[in-house]
């Protein structure tokens, strides 16, 4: 079990945060606003680390079957000149998909690192984790023989609204979730035209729909007089970038194929409350079609996670 004495201060986590980022991104906001923005994002790292109150309430809601102080987060020694923080994680809160989550590491990791990682990350085998997760700020040719997680792809606001938009497309504020179930089927019908769809991207709940409504950044698309789906984002930071990260980006079927995807960022950064903010989202690192589309429209592939087998 990690002691207090053994952390790091948030502070500490936030500057190591940081210097594993992409360069392009340490122009985008002021330093001490960034490194202030990580700083709150890991206290709750460190709360993970230290309360046994937490842990086992994660271990009541979870029942993956290990006792409370198996949930804690580890602050470990990974080779001489590195540390991570580890925890355990279960993708979608299912208990039958565990794995080691690393959040933070005192220095960007190396293929080097990687046998080092995954042996510290025997110290949550009570869970039986199947593979480790890492953030890389390298692009996704340095790792071609792991299997991506989810990129992150941003921007300055101000650097993307000036891309041409075709003529017919559209964008205006979403009033309510009326139009739901018919985002509902043209996800369904994505995901019957490309089965591998429903592992890349998901639509997101009707409740974090409205939340969307309610803080005025949802759009609905409209392309040639018809309703052609979602275009929204919701402001908080990403990477200790202040951001509006996007929610939703959705093309119904019938204006799919014809080149709109990267057109949609660019509508969407007009509408947005604050040209200083950062437009970012994730998109799963084998959704082609998506990491094209945020790509042509000015948005930068400023990183993401991978996965590493643990056997």
């Given at each position: 079990m990690?002691?207090?004495n053994d952390l790091p201060s948030a502070a500490d986590l936030a500057a190591f945060t940081l210097e594993a980022q992409h360069p392009a991104t340490h122009d985008w906001l002021d330093r001490a606003v960034r490194l202030q923005n990580l700083t709150g994002e890991h206290e709750f790292d460190l709360q993970l680390a230290t309360d046994l109150d937490l842990a086992a309430q994660r271990a009541e809601?979870?029942?993956a079957g290990p006792d409370a102080p198996a949930y804690l987060n580890r602050w470990a020694p990974v080779t001489s000149d590195l540390h991570a923080?580890?925890?355990?994680r279960f993708k979608g809160l299912d208990v039958t998909k565990p794995f080691v989550d690393v959040s933070v590491t005192s220095r960007?990791?190396?293929?080097?690192d990687l046998p080092a990682l995954a042996e510290a990350a025997r110290a949550y085998a009570d869970f039986q984790p199947p593979r480790l997760r890492f953030w890389s700020a390298a692009p996704m040719t340095d790792w071609p023989d792991l299997d991506p997680?989810?990129?992150?792809?941003a921007a300055p606001v101000v650097d993307?609204?000036?891309h041409p938009v075709p003529d017919g497309l559209s964008l205006t504020p979403t009033s309510n979730t009326t139009r739901y179930a018919d985002a509902q089927v043209a996800y369904a019908e994505v995901d019957a035209a490309h089965p591998h769809h429903t592992n890349e991207a998901r639509l997101l709940s009707s409740d974090d729909l409205q939340e969307c409504i309610d803080a005025g950044t949802m759009f609905d698309v409209h392309?040639?007089?018809e309703w052609a789906g979602y275009a929204g984002t919701l402001a908080y930071p990403q990477l200790g970038?202040?951001?509006q990260v996007v929610q939703e980006l959705l093309l119904t079927p019938h204006a799919r194929g014809q080149g709109l995807g990267a057109a949609l960022s660019t509508l969407l950064t007009r509408h947005l409350p604050d040209a200083g903010q950062v437009l970012s989202g994730t998109i799963h690192g084998r959704n082609r079609g998506a990491l094209g589309a945020a790509t042509r429209a000015g948005r930068h592939d400023v990183g993401g996670w991978w996965w590493v087998p643990l056997t």
């Open positions: 990690t002691t207090p809601f979870l029942n923080m580890l925890s355990i960007p990791v190396t293929r080097a997680d989810r990129r992150v792809l993307l609204s000036s392309w040639r007089g970038l202040d951001a």
